[in-house]
């Protein structure tokens, strides 16, 4: 079973606890807020009232046993950059922060983070995009100028193979999985002899040019 531990349980600590719990993670939340544990307490495997800034508290817990450590501490950028700092040095191997802004990620990334997430400004860029263009269902910011859409395709592309389609040389992206109809799970990696239907939603990965040229196919 894999183990967690999220420090700072506000909106999206709790959301982030609580779905790893169901997915039969254990999950450890801790916070210096009480009411906040008492909130969340039934929903996880162990929830701590404990001050993530407080090096010698955070030892008491055994964090070092745990698969990865996510601070979702954002508003008070010291304990955010003392709680990353901690972790590090407990010798967590995975530590994810949240940031809220630039500034803040360059920080804890120069600490020693091994992820920083920038979660109001992902979904905004989401949110933006799918906007932008109706046939866009999801956008998912991937690394640096690339990134990952859920695709409903256009007319032209309905009835052909993806070799046919040829999408990785004309605009540079890459087909990594189809959502089909009536199918549980997609299907990863199709081959170039997959034909795509009028109710498939296409999974893709590229440059953000890329991508915004294949939606306007």
């Known amino acids: 079973m894999k183990q967690f531990a999220v420090i700072g349980v506000g909106n999206f600590g709790k959301y982030l606890a609580t779905r790893l ?8 939340v801790i916070d210096k807020r009480p009411l906040a544990v008492q909130d969340i307490k039934d929903s996880v495997s162990r929830a701590v009232v404990a001050d993530a800034t407080d090096r010698r508290t955070l030892e008491s817990l055994n964090l070092e046993q745990m698969d990865a450590a996510v601070i979702s501490i954002g508003s008070v950028l010291s304990d955010s950059i003392l709680a990353t700092l901690n972790l590090i040095d407990l010798g967590i191997e995975r530590v994810m922060a949240k940031a809220i802004s630039q500034e803040h990620g360059r920080i804890l990334k120069k600490l020693g983070a091994t992820e920083i997430f920038f979660p109001e400004r992902d979904l905004a860029i989401s949110i933006a995009e799918r906007l932008h263009n109706p046939n866009m269902l999801d956008y998912l910011p991937f690394l640096g100028e690339y990134g990952i859409i859920e695709f409903a395709p256009p007319k032209s592309f309905v009835g052909k193979a993806l070799r046919e389609l040829d999408l990785i040389n ?5 087909v990594i999985a189809v959502k089909e109809m009536n199918k549980e ?5 199709p081959t170039g002899q997959f034909v795509v239907k009028e109710n498939d939603i296409l999974i893709l990965l590229g440059p953000d040019r890329g991508l915004e040229r294949a939606r306007e196919a």
Do not use: A, I, T
Not at 21 to 28: F, P, R
Not at 170 to 174: A, D, E, K, L, N
């Open 21 to 28: 719990y169901e997915k039969g993670c254990e999950v450890l």
């Open 185 to 189: 799970k997609p299907n990863f990696v």
């Open 170 to 174: 004309r605009y540079g992206v890459q």
